[in-house]
T-cell receptor, first 117, second 116 residues
C-alpha cells in the first residue's frame, strides 16, 4: 500500500535552532501533502496544505514565517520550524494523498517528535 | 462549517468486551468518512472507510456504517483485545478544502484502554 516516510522521527535541539522535517511519499506521487501538529492527548491540528510547485496554504493562526513549507517535488515536502522555541515542542505529522484521488484517505507518516530545550 | 464529534474518552474495557465509539458529523454534500487509529508514539493508520450512505467499512474486526439519516459513523468491534489499545479518530473528507482540494477534518480522538 501507499507509504509515507517522515524524517527524523525525533529531534532534540536548543532554543533558536531551525529544524527541518521531511515528508516523502515512497511509492506514489502526491501533488498535495498536509502538515499537522498534535499536542499531548489531543487531536491533530491542520497547520498547512503543501502544494507541489506553488505556495502552501496555511490555516488561520499558523505563522507562515515560522513554519516554512516547501514542496519541491511530487514526492517530497519539507517543514522547517525556524528559530524554534520551547513552545514549538510538539508532535508533527505529515500526510499525503495520491495524485488524482481527492476523496480518498490520506496516508500518514509516523510523525516527528520535536523537543526544544 | 463541517465538523466531527466523537465520544470523549478514555474508554476502558476488559478483553473480549464489545466496543462502540460514537461519531457524528456535520457536513454539506456527501463527504467520505474514515476511522483512523494511532498507537502510542506513532502516526495515524487508516482503519476503515466508507464513501457513501449505507456503506459499511470493516477491517480487523472493526466496522462502521455510514448513516446519512443520523449523520453518524459509529465504530464497533465485537470482542476487543489488549492490542487494540490506542487512540481512535473519526474523520471526514471535506470537499471545501480550498487550494488543497479535499482536506480531512478529524474528531478529537477517543483513547481506548483494554485490560487483560
Amino acid at each position: 500500500g501507499a507509504v509515507v516516510s517522515q524524517h527524523p522521527s525525533w529531534v532534540i535541539c536548543k532554543s533558536g535552532t531551525s529544524v527541518k522535517i521531511e515528508c516523502r511519499s515512497l511509492d506514489f506521487q502526491a501533488t498535495t501533502m498536509f502538515w499537522y501538529r498534535q499536542f499531548p492527548k489531543q487531536s491533530l491540528m491542520l497547520m498547512a496544505t503543501s502544494n507541489e510547485g506553488s505556495k502552501a496554504t496555511y490555516e488561520q493562526g499558523v505563522e507562515k514565517d515560522k513554519f516554512l513549507i516547501n514542496h519541491a517535488s511530487l514526492t517530497l515536502s519539507t517543514l522547517t520550524v525556524t528559530s524554534a522555541h520551547p513552545e514549538d515542542s510538539s508532535f508533527y505529522i505529515c500526510s499525503a494523498r495520491p495524485a488524482g484521488q481527492v476523496n480518498q484517505p490520506q496516508h500518514f507518516g509516523d510523525g516527528t517528535r520535536l523537543s526544544i530545550l | 462549517g463541517n465538523s466531527v464529534t466523537q465520544m470523549e474518552g478514555p474508554v476502558t474495557l476488559s478483553e473480549e468486551a464489545f466496543l462502540t465509539i460514537n461519531c457524528t458529523y456535520t457536513a454539506t454534500g456527501y463527504p467520505s468518512l474514515f476511522w483512523y487509529v494511532q498507537y502510542p508514539g506513532e502516526g495515524l493508520q487508516l482503519l476503515l472507510k466508507a464513501t457513501k450512505a449505507d456503506d459499511k467499512g470493516s477491517n480487523k474486526g472493526f466496522e462502521a456504517t455510514y448513516r446519512k439519516e443520523t449523520t453518524s459513523f459509529h465504530l464497533e468491534k465485537g470482542s476487543v483485545q489488549v492490542s487494540d489499545s490506542a487512540v481512535y479518530f473519526c474523520a471526514l473528507s471535506d470537499s471545501k478544502g480550498g487550494s488543497g482540494g479535499f482536506k480531512t477534518i478529524f474528531g478529537a480522538g477517543t483513547r481506548l484502554f483494554v485490560k487483560a
